[in-house]
């Protein structure tokens, strides 16, 4: 008889618990696990249709090494490889020093994985050239809960939906990218329809917006201003919670000066509404008993995207709305572990526990808790994602390390990133799949286990762990990407400190490190999870419950223990339309498919449903160009071209037009919508604008019809 075995997701940060059927050694059925509380049985498409996406004749099965640049890859031994690894990095350490180097990660790595490669480049390799893809993601939520709240960490859970009178869902197309969070909000509005209001602030009239009772079809980029707009209608109309504010936090008065500044007159026409959607917003807002705002990239993608978490935490902090059932701030995670990778210190200016590497204390306790003498770690944070391949480029980085994410096909400018890659010493690129538009510029390729062949743990975006054990074995010579940064340790001499047979053991030395941090999970072991099921960090001893809610005895985690306000600014997206460049281009996701498709673009019925990216034009915008619904047309940017076909609509706002980005060049070269975005980033956080850029669109044939 097969057996259900159960896990977690591993593609959503929602985090949903999955049962799935083995039959001998391949995964064959997915379905959702009825005893895990982010779904509750439920499942959505791509976790379905998993089973085909895992074996396929794609899968990188050993490891390989192109001699030379111009020769083929050739399959090696492994222990060829990791020696060639070592070797060409210990040149470059010592013809050029650490900063050589840099680690480009991925927030689907399991915890174990995260800590081990972070520990690996920042205390070993000597580099705080470490950063992952949740620069592209989460950067700027992490920051603005940082700077706002004195800690990272999402403060809500999924149990609020069910408890919210106001759901604030702006830049999320949350029915699309997070469908489990969604079917909860859905039956939350649908089983207190004159009790909950919904609010959606996206460009597009997404599947999302069909749950609104009001939908804000705001200029992209101009959140700051609505969120502005709607916090001074609740100041002139005495709809702030002045006893918060005066008790629990700071920085109210120059925000206030700014505020003044935002009638919802002005912040009509920064974004593009009406003054009367504003307005009303605001009161809906200002009247519920609990709010709850979610996001996720339309609000994170921005060159101001920092900023615009802050004003939305102040939105929640002027209200009082936060550290109580049914409100929050709550930041919807993408990938499944990238809040984990946030809690290992994922990011080049962190280290784990929440910690940052600008702190000399920080850096001594890691240092002790690694055996490494003071002073190991360097005291500069090291390059953000962008800046690791701007370094490739110019040639002050040599040598870069890509695990789990395809940076060729997702980083803004695909150009830029694909001389990075021809210009670097030596790329290492440790994927499961091969070839993809990363693997093929790979001088070393090591096979990874994926999903479900090796074990650890995630961290949803509720602050939710869950430990997923390994049911399969990986094909070929495939290993766990714990493994392969254990025996690269040990080729490079440092087996006393990367001593691990197991993940429990890398998960437990970890977790001793979070004690007394923000994201303190010390009382948590694979044991205890397996037994007792998921935990909700905090978890500061083996007997405690778990935390549902962060902020419920309204104590921030910063030096005064009062959350701040902070005094932002509307700035306009960094490229603006023109004469020569019309419109706006905003990329993003669909439904059916995950990110760079090395898993969906290999599923029948997922591809069958989506087979091509699709240019959404506005009815207007097509008509000047005569544009009908189905024509092919050429969107240009500054930085290159795409080649699509097009749904003429009224769900977009005019002016702007969507491309999703999945389709990177090894489709097409014109397929890709990276040709055109620009790495223009949020000074704070880092994270690119990956939402706004100026684009002309025209149709592909001059023949008129
Ligand atoms: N199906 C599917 N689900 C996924 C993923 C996937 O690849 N496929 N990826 C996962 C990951 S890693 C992530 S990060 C999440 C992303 O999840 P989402 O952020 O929900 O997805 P996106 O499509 O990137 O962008 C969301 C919306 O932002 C809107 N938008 C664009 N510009 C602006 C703006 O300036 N302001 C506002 N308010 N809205 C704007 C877009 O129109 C779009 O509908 O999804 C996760 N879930
Ligand atoms: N224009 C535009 N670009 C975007 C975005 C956007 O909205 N617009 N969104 C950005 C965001 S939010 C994100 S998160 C990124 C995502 O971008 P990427 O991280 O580049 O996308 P993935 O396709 O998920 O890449 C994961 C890679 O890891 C491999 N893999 C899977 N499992 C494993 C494993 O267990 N181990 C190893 N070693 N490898 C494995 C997969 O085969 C795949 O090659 O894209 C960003 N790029
Ligand atoms: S909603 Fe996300 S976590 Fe849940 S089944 Fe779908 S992809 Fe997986
Ligand atoms: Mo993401």
New binding site residues.
């Given amino acids: 008889m097969p057996e259900w075995k159960s896990t977690l997701c591993?593609y959503c940060g929602v985090g949903c618990g999955l049962l799935v059927r083995v039959e001998r050694g391949a995964v064959t059925k997915v379905k959702g696990d009825p005893d895990h509380p982010a779904n509750f049985g439920d499942i959505c498409a791509k976790a379905v249709h998993l089973p085909p996406a895992l074996r396929t004749s794609d899968r990188l099965v050993a490891p390989q090494i192109r001699w030379r640049r111009d020769g083929a890859h050739e399959r090696v031994p492994w222990e060829v490889a990791l020696r060639f690894t070592a070797d060409r990095l210990r040149d470059i350490l010592t013809a050029h020093g650490p900063d050589a180097i840099a680690v480009y990660a991925?927030?689907?790595?399991t915890t174990e994985e995260y800590y081990v490669a972070g520990k690996l480049a920042k205390g070993f390799l000597g580099t705080n050239n470490f950063d992952t893809?949740?620069r592209?993601?989460m950067a700027s939520a992490a920051a603005g809960y940082t700077r706002s709240l004195g800690a990272d960490g999402p403060p809500s859970s999924y149990e609020d939906v069910d408890a919210a009178e106001c759901l604030f869902l702006i830049g999320t197309n949350t029915a699309d990218c997070h469908p489990i969070v969604f079917k909860r909000l859905r039956r939350r509005k649908l089983a207190a329809p004159d009790d909950v209001f919904v609010i959606v602030a996206d460009p597009r009239w997404t599947e999302t917006a069909d749950l609104a009772d009001l939908h804000l079809p705001l200029r992209p980029g101009s959140d700051i201003a609505l969120l502005h707009g709607m916090l001074h209608v609740l100041w002139k109309d005495g709809l702030l919670d002045r006893a918060f504010i005066h008790a629990r936090t700071s920085g109210w008065e120059d925000l206030e000066r700014v505020i003044e500044r935002y009638p919802p007159e002005r912040a009509a026409e920064l974004t593009g509404l009406s003054r009367e959607i504003i307005v009303t917003a605001a009161l809906r807002f200002g009247a519920a008993r609990r709010a709850l705002t979610l996001w996720s990239?339309g609000i994170n993608?921005s060159h101001v995207g920092t900023d615009k978490n802050a004003a939305l935490i102040n939105l929640h902090l002027a209200t009082g709305q936060i550290g109580r059932l049914g409100t929050g701030p709550f930041s919807l995670t993408?990938?499944p572990n990238?809040m984990g990778g946030r809690e290992t210190g994922g990011l080049a200016h962190l280290l784990p526990g929440y910690r940052t590497i600008a702190d000399p204390e920080a850096r001594a306790v890691v240092e002790r808790h690694w055996g490494l003498a003071p002073g190991s770690i360097a005291p500069r944070p090291g390059r953000s994602a962008l800046e690791i391949f701007e370094g490739l480029a110019r040639g002050d980085v040599r040598a870069v390390w890509i695990?789990?994410?395809?940076?060729a096909?997702?980083?803004?400018e695909t150009d830029l990133v694909e001389k990075a890659l021809r210009q670097a010493d030596v790329v290492i690129v440790?994927?499961?799949?091969h070839p993809?538009e990363?693997t093929r510029f790979a001088d070393v390729l090591l096979p990874?286990?994926?999903?479900p062949e090796?074990d650890g743990v995630m961290t949803s975006s509720e602050r939710r762990l869950t430990y997923l054990p390994k049911l399969v074995d990986p094909p070929g010579e495939a290993w766990p990407?714990t493994r392969i940064f254990t025996r690269f340790a040990h080729e490079m001499g440092w087996k006393a400190s990367f001593p691990y047979e197991t993940t429990a053991e890398i998960f437990d030395e970890f977790a001793t490190l979070t004690a007394g941090t923000p994201c303190d999970y010390s009382g948590v072991t694979h044991a205890r999870l397996r037994a007792e099921g998921t935990l909700q960090w905090p978890v500061p001893a083996p007997d405690h419950p778990g935390t549902p809610r962060l902020y419920t005895d309204r104590r921030f985690h910063t030096t005064d223990a009062r959350a701040r306000f902070i005094a932002v600014e509307h700035d306009p997206p960094v490229e603006e339309p023109d004469d020569a460049y019309p419109l706006m281009l905003t990329?993003?996701?669909v439904r059916d498919h995950?990110?760079?498709?090395?898993?969906t673009g290999k599923v029948m019925p997922l591809t069958s449903r989506t087979p091509e990216p699709v240019l959404e034009v506005n009815t207007r915008d097509a008509r000047r160009r005569a544009i009908q619904d189905g024509d092919f047309a050429e969107v240009a940017s500054r930085r290159g071209k795409v080649v699509a076909q097009c749904r003429v609509t009224d769900t977009i706002r005019e002016g702007v037009c969507f491309l999703p980005?999945h389709w990177g060049r090894s489709f097409g070269f014109y397929k890709s919508?990276?040709n055109l975005?620009l790495s223009a980033r949020d000074p704070l956080s880092a994270q690119p604008e990956?939402?706004v850029c100026a684009v002309r669109v025209r149709r592909l044939t001059e023949v008129t019809r």
Wanted: hydrophobic share 30%; with cysteine; glycine share 6%.
């Fill in positions: 591993p991925s927030g689907q790595l893809n949740s592209l993601c990239m993608q993408g990938q990238a695990v789990c994410t395809n940076p096909a997702s980083m803004p440790q994927d499961a799949y993809t990363t990874a286990a994926q999903w090796k990407d990329t993003g996701r995950w990110h760079t498709l090395t898993r980005f919508a990276n975005t990956l939402k």
